[in-house]
């Protein structure tokens, strides 16, 4: 069905909510003048319902079929945490109320960071960042800052592998440092040899993404940290890909000096469509005393924030956030802590590599897997088995759509050409996957069969066709106009 | 494990098909030394749910709930009433449980409600286009910032003293590290402020909060003006967005580039996150904007549908050269937005703008009658600071123990300033009824 | 996509829960043997969720489009109800509590009560009956109470117009009594002349509903009321269609001596599917003294229930249901009240008519209306207007699907011949009515152009294409047995 | 009005559609006597969102929360943790805001749930078939009297005096009307009851309880013998359907009709209602049972399906005839009940059952070494009866003032029996802490 935009619908003259007659009439308003008609649209309630529940029933989403896009981690969301983080006790508080009357929730903070510490054996964790990306930024920041103060600020080279998401080498750029890439071995690694070529007194740090972006684990890591450290610089890892190894593998047993933890990946906060996400970073003891406010910490009469550099002990590089962090995420990421435990976590590293294997295993041979197997959390396959078959793997992901999968990611990693990344996580059962497989494994043998025009047409099933994303750029539509007013808001060409 | 799927029978079968005979095998490439043998020490195992409930349950009780007793702060975040509609449709799990619209075809819902959400920031704002959303007001201030940066290829930035102090240091700490000259002006509680002599042709971009932090409404046209003529960008902040459904928009004054804190509308306090940055900046400037983009399209029989769009901008095509690192926005609290401000709707938006600052004028017309107590202000929205006889956090203290929240002390922000120590920030919102103002006035009588 | 029964999900050795170790192995069973293999299935969390929300993905609901079925009131339900509902001081109370801790949920039934009693004029209200037909035996129970009590316990006829729901008679028969039908005017009403000649010293009472089920007023009905008054009987209105006339008509103004009130259609309590409902019955002064237990009443030290005949200052005639009624219900109903309050309410009324009018005054050019307007909440049509086109009603109502509206109520009334019962509600916006008064415009052209296959094979863009209900019936499978058990239950046939 | 989506403009142009110059022409018929002229009086006028949740808050607090505190109250409803995806699954419109599966084609959800809820309560109760849920208990046993009724065409049904009381009198009401004769027998706190010799052949039924009212298990399966030779059908009634999570089920003892209250699974307490009525019997019986009927079919494609069924039983059609005048059932508590066994499992469902038993157990043994306090059970589920040496319900009512809620005193279900005041229900399940126990022995320490 057709859904209207919400300023298509307008009815001016009725209300969605119902609001008593302000309660004064004077005004403070100084030489402020008080505006005119914005042009919001007027809905009732039942209008307003219904139009974002139609929306809803446009979209796939983990309730309603597996989700394998790799790097993203598209794992159950429990809903005890979803109700947890709805209680009035953590929603319904303000960041700037007295310490006094929010122990319980700096508590939380605390027992969270106690978690991420542990799980990861590091000595220190900065719980503000807002996402991945900004954790990086604030691991960099904090890398930064550790140079400064060692009086190395020349140290402006940050080596990047070729196969890294592209928020390294945007973090690494937003923060002033140059990018160096290392190139990547057939194997798909990164081998100490190439890292140690890169090194030099100018070299701040290396980013490398473990479990890498073709769902490997870097087997010479150790050999990388020890070299980077030998060399001066300091090892961002990137836990993009953390859910591969949680509770098996404790980063700071790699060499790591600091590494973002996405709680909205492997830790099951809802991605929502594109976040809100969250982004704590660990640190060693190096770079520890340059974690940004504000923190947490645990005093006589219980815990304090420590929101000002004068109160803190080390020497924070700043501040990331307005407030303290993501704290409806820390609480949903603590409830799934706890549900799973020690145990059960270091299953869920397990199983999601379990299941990864058995996807890559079962479709290896009508599919081109570049690098065999074993592969961590994710099972990477190239183009290869699309040669000659006039079907791209995007022609091939939108057959998927069809078929009631969610596709995986496509074209990512770089390395490899053509990339179809599947990673199907530890909450998919086994029947699943062999249905996952089962409908792989006949799209595969129909592309090869030569059926291109069926998976050029493709996805017929959903609200829309292909859509034209090169009509999108090219000259930008990026808000509604009433009908009445020709002029379109377009970006400049 | 509730949440696990796989049985030991499932885990031996597909090992066998795997071929290898243990789950250890598979991490093989794991260094011998870093390999746990089982679950890391010194943490518990798994609980059930209910066990999980008492747990947080407690924790939650051990706060004080804003809805409890009579409330009054804002600096930034402030307590408004949600329709109880707006979480249900965020908790459907097609919204809830979906990633970014990386498959449009599939993602739809997300796609249109972000157009949607665009919009309204535009509107609201007077600005031509919107983002998809920051994180939040202050790291949207910074990306605005180096935006200026960028598009005026200048190194200097003036912040006003009456923009929030956080979304200064966020500032500070971001674009710092990019080398850029960030002057930031001292605290301005009389609202006297004016910056126009300090722009010169080196500056990229003034910064200024209407409401301020201290609640002074601005009209900065004239400095818009001022700065143009100079070739610098105005960057106006918005910490209350709730302030845009009385009050003459940025875009309007002539602003380049509004950041918002978004909060006030659909989204809880929530201890201080998640919320959502409302970002919106003049159409020319549109391919210089961080964050993601959703824009209309025609899907492959001709009809509207909706994709991200510019992506060029962005790290994963662009990587170091991309306008931001930014990859998440804050999704499901710009639904909460758009759904909520939806159900408002001209008429809702405006009279709720309307009774925030009724209230905020009555309560500040009962705390200028208290004996010491001075109110700094000639024009507020919804918050205000007053001047006290005493030091204002230990009032604040005092008052919390009688279970009423009464306000921000300026020196839980500016803890290092002379002469802030007894100026308190006083906000009031549709949620506050005259018993909790009163409550308010008779608790500050006590303890004055 | 297509969905297996749970059962057919089922992996042993997985939970869904987690549960602690019993605390002891004692047992005290005494004679009972512990049970073996119950036979339920085994699923994790995230296949119960996904399994039971894409179950939900096959069903229509106002959520998503317009459900104008004649008679059921199916209103935008608020969700505002919904949390209120659930507050732990209204969902986490046990029903025996000390009724000293349990005083709002008292003073809650106790407002409800009172608005019921307002709204319709009434001195009393039975609160506990579980639905709408529940409602209705409450109201016969209290009549043949009433009968006994007067000695007239031989009055064993009730008067049912045909038109009546099939509950009406269905009640009347599970009370004992014997159903006398009245035959309909040509107009769709009853008329006085019909009841008085139906009426005699062994009438116990008329069950009427109004507005009627042809969603007509009938006009009579004090002089109705007043005959079967003056002949020693009661009337007994069906409440079912009250949504039309809440907050503009009092039904005591018109003579009713007991009427029950489907919370879940004028109050807006969600249906859920088929239930729970909550069907309160106002009372008569004669009427009364007969309410069931328990109720609710206001002593000097709060709210007290009265549980045991005893304790009654009336005759109650019983107990209708375990507790005290549909709690939940009756907090979703208070929730609704205050939100429209009187003048709201009023409106809800005006608003339902006008669009029920507005359907009919739209279509009653393609579409044959057999009674003309106005009407009241529900606008009637026959399937003259499907005269020798080979297109049915319930093919009619079919083709409605495809164009993504839930068809109306059809062949009921059965006064008429192939009725098609619309009833909008007053929470449909004019623009949904006009795109549905053009779909409907539409179809209807298609029909009497000739296109019958079209309708016939209609829908076609659900799960499910039409189904063969007589094959149901036939040989009922109503339980999934094991594959592996070849022997199906199944009803005798 | 927010719910109310016509301006006066959309009002205006639809009356000129319709012809008519008023909204009032429209109620014409009405006799002009009982037209109001405006709102009804006596009544406010509606209120805002925010100021419905402070009235309906307010009330709330009133109560004291089950979950708040100690808590062991029973008889027939019963407090277990249901988990959070139950209720949010439950809040999908699609099932929340649908109605009665009439269209089928748009119904399959809802339909093919009630096809495997009627399949759980098949298995759960060891019978052939189920329907798709009743209002609750007690008006399931009653449908079930009527039920034996119509199959034995005998007037004489027998309760047994370990049915719950309300069970009793809901039979009483709705059959006494009916013309049957109820032989309810007198209360048997001993559970020593033995019904076999009171059945003749004018017997349609014997209802019996387990557990019992006072908590006492039995096996029927010699008195269903003998209830069958002589022509008379038993119906067995469970209020605490955890119970058959590891007792022997009904169906097993040979069992006619099985009628259960499935609040446990699923459903919150909510001051008794609304529950959902499970109701089960055999095969042969399935055209005499009330209430709906969910069946598989094929659709017009071959496809499995599913549409109510066996309707011909049914009010809508049958009318006066009908089985039952039962319309509406327990829809959405049947779904809360089928989601929360789903997630249970085998393993899950019979873990439940025996953590409540032997919580119970241990609660039982706390109690018994209490002065004065006898356990009147030899066997029992998660229930069982304590003699106090005093009155029940003032200890209860005592202990509620020190917020410990420490069951149902025997003499609120049967006010006028002598020899029961000082007998206590007391109900400990999952939810229950060793130290909630321990409060509760401290409790009675305290008040004996």
Known sequence: QEEALIFELDNPGVVGVDLPEPATTKTKLGGVKARGR??????????????????????????????????????????????????????????????????????????????????????????????????????????????????????KRVLVPESAHGTNPATAAFCGFSVDTIPAEDNGRVSVEAVKAKLGPDVAC??????????????????????????????????????????????????????????????????????????PVVLSAALAPFAPLPYVVHGEDGFRLVEHAADAEGKPFGRLKTFHGQMGMFVRALSYILSHGADGLRQVATDAVLNANYVLASLQDVMSAPFGGPCMHEALFDDGFLKGTGVTPLDFAKAMIDEGFHPMTMYFPLVVHGALLVEPTETESKSTLDQFIATLRHLAEKAKAGDAAFFQAAPRLTPRRRLDETAAARKPILRWTPPAQPVQAQAAE | MRYLPLTEADRRSMLATIGVDSVDALFRDVPEGARLPGPIPGLPNHMGELQVERHLSRLSTKNLTAGCVPFFLGAGAYKHHVPASVDQILLRGEFLTSYTPYQPEVSQGTLQYLFEFQ???????????????????ATGTAEAVLMANRITKRNKAILSGGLHPHYREVTQTTCGVMGMDIQAQTPDPAGKEDLAGLVDDQTACVVVQTPSLFGHLSDFTALCTAAHAKGALVIVVVTEVVSLGLLTPPGQMGADIVVCEGQSIGNALNFGGPYVGLFATREKFVRQMPGRLCGQTVDAEGKRGFVLTLSTREQHIRREKATSNICTNSGLCALAFTIHLSLLGEEGFSRLARINHANAVLLAEKLAGLKGVEVLNDSFFNEFTVKLPKKAAKVVEKLAKQQILAGVPVSRLYPAEDGLEKLLLVACTETNTESDMDALVRGLEEVL
Chains 1, 3 share one sequence.
């Open chain 1, 206 to 279: 290396i980013m490398l993404t473990n479990p890498n972006t073709c769902g490997l684990f870097e087997p010479q890591i150790k050999e990388i940290a020890d070299a980077v450290h030998e060399a001066g610089g300091y090892f961002y890892c990137d836990g993009a890909n953390y859910n591969a190894i949680v509770g098996r593998v404790r980063p700071a047993d790699l060499g790591v000096d600091a590494m973002h933890i996405n709680l909205h990946k492997t830790f099951s906060t809802p991605h929502g469509g594109g976040g809100p996400g969250s982004g």
């Open chain 2, 119 to 137: 919009t309204q920031v535009a509107l609201l704002t007077g600005m031509d286009v919107a983002n998809a959303s920051m994180y939040d007001g």
């Open chain 1, 38 to 155: 914005i042009g919001l649209p007027d809905l009732a309630e039942p209008q307003v319902v219904r139009h974002f529940t139609r929306l809803s029933q446009k979209n796939f989403g983990i309730d309603s079929t597996m989700y394998p896009l790799g790097s993203c981690t598209m794992k159950h969301n429990p809903r005890l945490n979803e109700k947890m983080a709805r209680l009035p006790g953590f929603s319904d508080i303000h960041p700037l109320q007295p310490e006094s009357t929010v122990q319980g929730a700096l508590e939380l903070i605390d027992q969270l960071a106690h978690w991420l510490k542990t799980l990861t054996g590091m000595p220190a964790v900065a719980m503000s960042p807002g996402a991945g990306a900004h954790g990086e930024l604030c691991g960099l920041m904090a890398i930064h800052a550790a140079l400064e103060a060692r009086g190395e600020g020349h140290r």
